[in-house]
Every structure is written in structure tokens, then in C-alpha cells.
């Protein structure tokens, strides 16, 4: 028959082998192995197994690296987390910055240099609107129309008579622009003594707005 | 009465538990969590030192691999790091750290399960063996074998359950801390791996022991 003392002892064994076992149980462990030879037998067991485990056995590595390699770890970890960098991948990080912004500045300046030549290229469009005023001599008065027929010494004859002279023409010598040969003066009737006049197809006065 | 040989063991086994206890359960440790918890690297770096050594030879108990090893450290105290603020003293330091490390340890137990082997480092052990210059400590050595080829048959709960009594000291209430079950629990490991143990090493229990071993009086 197994009596309370020789079970409760037997669990208590491993406890006293490695001396975590409270006083208590250790007096009540004591008194019961003092007459069991069984419960002795078992504490010799678990004491020869509890010194063959007690063998250190040097497995431990370095520290120092291992500890760095942790705190390495624990850096990136926090820098994923907070969205910053350790000092050192943040300098460089800096600078690698400040390089791109001088990068970019010069690459927007360029581009906008480009773009301002581009414009002032593109001011002059490769058509004309009816709209558009024309580009005319500031002083121009008049768009005049001869006809085919009309020669040369006629048309520098009707010009000189009413003080006026050619200050532009188109592409292709159709039309011309008319100015006063003296800046400034008008006079009210050209038109008309011009539309009058044999081997003229058009006159118009050009409205300088500009 | 004890005899003289048993109660002298008992005395020195008693006396060394009294001296961890001042030692393992002292307030700088509990200091060093506190500030651990306040991000303080240099206590962090205090307290890895400390355990840097033990974890390392309680975790080169299960396998041999030394990257492995420090790979498990480094996991414990990290987590040690992470979450020094949660510590509530419900136990001691050195006890709560070794239940990390054995989570650790059970976690690569289970998604490593044929690359552990048992015993602190075989080639340690052979070494100790071939080195023993004399009967006693041929025997010694001869008594490591026996206790790692026994070791190496247990499931892994008992396994732990023994080394966390007797190579780490722990108690055990420590050891249901540590592996978060109940006393009892622990309790019928321990029965279980000694009867295993028993009935796989008779050789320790001397020439006339039986093969098999129970409470049975």
C-alpha cells in the first residue's frame, strides 16, 4: 500500500535535489527517506542525473558582436516604425538629399530657360488670323492694291503726288504699304484721289492701334 | 535519518539555491527592465550581458548549432526589449526571461524539428570524455553519454521540464511560469521523464536496481 508521505516525497525529490524545495518539504522529505530505501535509491538517481546535466559546456559565442548585431536589429526596427534613420544612414541620407535638390533646382532652371527662348520663338505664329494685327512700320498709313497693269513709273508718279511711299509689300509684290514720305502728316483725301486714280484696285487706310 | 552523504548533498544544493536567490532575484536586474522600458540601451546592454552566457548554455542544451543559439538569444532579449515595460513582478526577472527563451526554444522546436539535437554541444562532450584522465572522470563521462542518449528519448515538455530543474535551478512553480501551465502539470511531467529516465538508464541507479521504477512503496 502506497502511504501519502512516500508519494508526496517521491514528487519531492527532484525539488530537493536541486535545493528549491520549501523547508517544510524538506523536513517532511527528510523524515520519510530516512526510512525508505526505495525514495533513497531515487534521490541517488536524480542526484547523479542532476550532476551529469550540471556539466557547463562553453557554447556561448562572443557578446559584443552578437550584441551588436541585436542593437542593429533594434535600429532598423525603429527606424521602419518612426519613419527615421539611425544618425549615420541619416547624414548620408542628407546629403544625398541636398545633392538632388541642387540637382533638380538646375534641371528647373534649364527647362525654364528652354521654355522662355521656346516662347519668344513661338511669339511670331507660323499664321495669321484676320484678326491678328499685321506687323507694319509704325508710320504705315495705307494698304494699296495696284493692278497689273499699273507700271512702275505710274505707280511712283501717283505715290509722289500724294507724298506718300511703299514701306512694305507682301511675299509675293502684290500688295503694299503706303506711309507719308513726311512722318506725321495726313491728309484726309488720299484716300479717296487714290481710289480715283486709273490702275489702283484697293486702298485702305491701316488703323495703327498698336 | 538522512545519511551523512545525502544530507551533506542536500546542504550544498540547499545553500547554492539560497545564494541565486540573493543573486538572480536582486533589484539591479529588476532596475535595468525599468530602464529598459525607458529605451535605456546602457542598462539593455548590462542585462544582455548578463544572460547572454545562460541562455546561451540552456539553449545549446537542444541543439548544437551555435548560429541557431545566438539567433535564440537574440530573439529572447529582443523581445526582453520590446516589451520590458509590460513586466508586471509577478515573478522574478530571471525567471520571466527564461519563459521568452523558452518560447523561443518550443517555437523553433516545432518549425525545426529534425535539425535539434540533444546534449550541450556533442563535440564539447566527446572532448570531456577524451580528455578524462582518470577512472573517476572516465566515469563522469561515461555518465554524461548515458544522460544525453537518455535525454535525447524524452518528448520535448519533459525534456524541458528536467533542465529547467536541473540545469537552470529553477523551481517548480518557476517552471509552470516559464512554461505557462499549472503546477501539476509539471509536476506529472517530472514524474513521467524520471520513470522514462529510469527505465532508459538503469546503469544510475546502481547494479542492483531494477529496470523500472514507480512510486509504488
Redesign the interface.
Known amino acids: ?3 501519502p508521505q ?2 508526496q516525497t ?2 519531492l525529490i ?7 524545495a520549501s523547508a517544510s518539504d ?1 523536513a517532511l522529505a ?1 523524515t520519510h ?2 526510512a ?1 530505501m ?1 525514495c ?22 562572443e ?1 559584443q558582436p ?2 551588436d ?3 542593429e ?2 535600429d532598423a526596427e525603429q527606424a521602419a516604425e518612426t519613419g527615421t534613420l539611425p544618425a549615420a544612414r541619416q547624414r548620408r541620407l542628407l546629403r544625398g538629399l541636398a545633392a538632388a535638390v541642387v540637382v533638380q533646382a538646375i534641371g528647373l532652371a534649364a527647362l525654364a530657360t528652354w521654355s522662355i527662348e521656346r516662347h519668344r520663338v513661338d511669339e511670331a505664329p507660323a499664321y495669321r488670323t484676320l484678326s491678328t494685327p499685321e506687323a507694319m512700320p509704325a508710320n504705315a498709313s495705307l494698304r494699296f492694291v495696284p493692278s497689273p497693269e499699273l507700271n512702275v513709273g505710274q505707280l511712283q508718279r501717283l505715290l509722289g503726288e500724294n507724298g506718300l511711299h511703299v514701306v512694305g509689300t507682301n511675299d509675293s509684290g502684290t500688295i503694299y504699304t503706303l506711309a507719308p514720305v513726311v512722318p506725321g502728316h495726313s491728309d484726309p483725301d488720299v484716300v479717296a484721289r487714290l481710289r480715283a486714280a486709273a490702275g489702283v484696285l484697293l486702298v485702305e487706310p491701316i488703323s495703327n492701334t498698336r | ?3 551523512d552523504g ?2 551533506r ?2 546542504d550544498r ?6 545564494d541565486q536567490d540573493h543573486a538572480t532575484g536582486s533589484a539591479t536586474e529588476l532596475e535595468w527592465l525599468r530602464a529598459i522600458a525607458r529605451q535605456d ?1 546602457v542598462a539593455f ?1 548590462h542585462l ?2 548578463q544572460y ?2 545562460l541562455l ?2 540552456f539553449l ?1 542544451r537542444f541543439t548544437s548549432r ?1 548560429d541557431v ?2 539567433e535564440m ?2 530573439e529572447t ?2 523581445v526582453v ?1 520590446r516589451t520590458a515595460g509590460s513586466f508586471r513582478g509577478e515573478s522574478k526577472v530571471r525567471t520571466w526571461i527564461i519563459g521568452i527563451a523558452y518560447r523561443c526554444l518550443m517555437k523553433q522546436l516545432r518549425d525545426h524539428p529534425a535539425e535539434p539535437t540533444y546534449g ?2 556533442d563535440r ?2 566527446e572532448a ?1 570524455h577524451e580528455a578524462a584522465p582518470d577512472e573517476s572522470e572516465a566515469r ?1 563521462a561515461e ?2 553519454d ?2 544525453r542518449h537518455g ?1 535525447a528519448l524524452l518528448p520535448d515538455e519533459q525534456r524541458m521540464t ?2 529547467l ?3 537552470l ?4 512553480e ?1 517552471i509552470a511560469a516559464i512554461m505557462n501551465c499549472a503546477v501539476g502539470t509539471v ?1 506529472a511531467r ?2 513521467h521523464a ?1 520513470v522514462r ?2 527505465n532508459t ?1 538503469p546503469e ?3 547494479e542492483d ?1 531494477p529496470p523500472t ?1 514507480s ?3
Not at chain 1, 527532484?14 to 528549491?20: D, E, K, R
Not at chain 2, 535551478?169 to 517548480?172: I, L
Open positions: 500500500m502506497q502511504s512516500h508519494r517521491w514528487d527532484p525539488w530537493l535535489v536541486n535545493g528549491t524538506r527528510e527517506l530516512a525508505c526505495d533513497r535509491d531515487e534521490y541517488a538517481f536524480q542526484f547523479r542525473v542532476h550532476a551529469g546535466l550540471g556539466v557547463e559546456a562553453g557554447v556561448a559565442g557578446v552578437a550584441f548585431r541585436l542593437l536589429r533594434i | 535519518m538522512l545519511e545525502h544530507r548533498s542536500l544544493v540547499s545553500q547554492r539555491r539560497t540601451r546592454e544582455y550581458r547572454h552566457g546561451s548554455r545549446a551555435r543559439i545566438e538569444v537574440n532579449l529582443w526589449w550541450a554541444g564539447d562532450q570531456l563522469q555518465l554524461r548515458w544522460l535525454m528536467i533542465e530543474a536541473y540545469y535551478g529553477q523551481s517548480c518557476e509536476k517530472m514524474f524520471r529516465l529510469r538508464l544510475l541507479g546502481g536496481s521504477h512510486a509504488q512503496a
